[in-house]
């Protein structure tokens, strides 16, 4: 893959003698959305962990654009956005001063106004983290991660708790970055998530990726094998439903 923005061969991680990654390889290419499923146990985080030089590598590499992670870990943060599960912020810190505060860390010079606008908080930049509601502060979370332009963004369960309408617009977000040239890798839990943002996905299960592809050539795989279950079309479900009596709108 020609293409590749990151590369993983061989990834290890091992914990009281058990490999928690074992041996896993694949690669990403630049400008997709990439999703890492698998069930809790399965290696995901601490998979991402090590990508994000969280993590000591125990065996195998990791080349972020080009750029060993063991080797030079301060060179792959630089060009790296991390959004974690949970957002953390000073209660008593104001909107604007997080981002300028996050934007110094990178030596760099931001527009508050525009990076809270993007992300649909230039209304609140004057609030207090204290202030967010959970959609809001993983909205913020994810603005803070885009202050220095990263060439790939992380994102760990990002709609975890979100109601419908924060769980929506995040997927706009997404795609929203994806579309400005950055690479994004995600994990979630949310099946329908991965299948309507993802371009390919990885399935991890004790510590190994048993299945790597497109979701629509994924399903087709499994119907190939003569999976059948209950044919019901429904144009509409429940969170639409939900939705569209109480509006596409944010609620914050």
């Known amino acids: 893959m020609t293409d590749a923005i990151l590369k993983v061969k061989n990834l290890k991680k091992v914990y009281d003698n058990k490999p928690a990654v074992d041996g896993i390889s694949f690669e990403v290419k630049k400008g997709e959305i990439f999703g890492i499923l698998g069930p809790n146990g399965a290696g995901k985080t601490t998979t991402l962990e090590m990508i994000e030089t969280l993590r000591e590598v125990d065996g195998g590499s990791i080349l972020v654009n080009g750029i060993n992670v063991a080797e030079r870990p301060n060179e792959v943060k630089q060009i790296i956005g991390v959004q974690p599960q949970t957002a953390a912020f000073q209660d008593k810190q104001k909107l604007s001063e997080i981002i300028e505060m996050f934007a110094a860390a990178y030596g760099e010079k931001v527009n508050v106004q525009e990076f809270l606008d993007d992300v649909q908080l ?131």
């Open 122 to 252: 230039g209304d609140k930049i004057n609030n207090y983290a204290e202030q967010l509601s959970g959609g809001q502060r993983q909205r913020l979370s994810i603005a803070a991660a885009l202050v220095h332009s990263p060439k790939v963004f992380f994102l760990d369960e990002p709609t975890t708790g979100l109601d419908p309408q924060a769980r929506r617009n995040l997927w706009d977000l997404v795609r929203f970055i994806r579309d400005r040239g950055v690479t994004v890798i995600l994990t979630t839990h949310y099946m329908d998530e991965a299948e309507l943002l993802c371009d390919r996905v990885a399935i991890m299960d004790n510590g190994k990726i048993i299945s790597l592809d497109k979701p629509s050539n994924l399903i087709k795989q499994l119907l190939g094998r003569g999976f059948k279950k209950e044919q019901k079309v429904e144009q509409a479900n429940l969170e639409d439903v939900f939705i569209d009596l109480t509006g596409k709108g944010l609620r914050d």
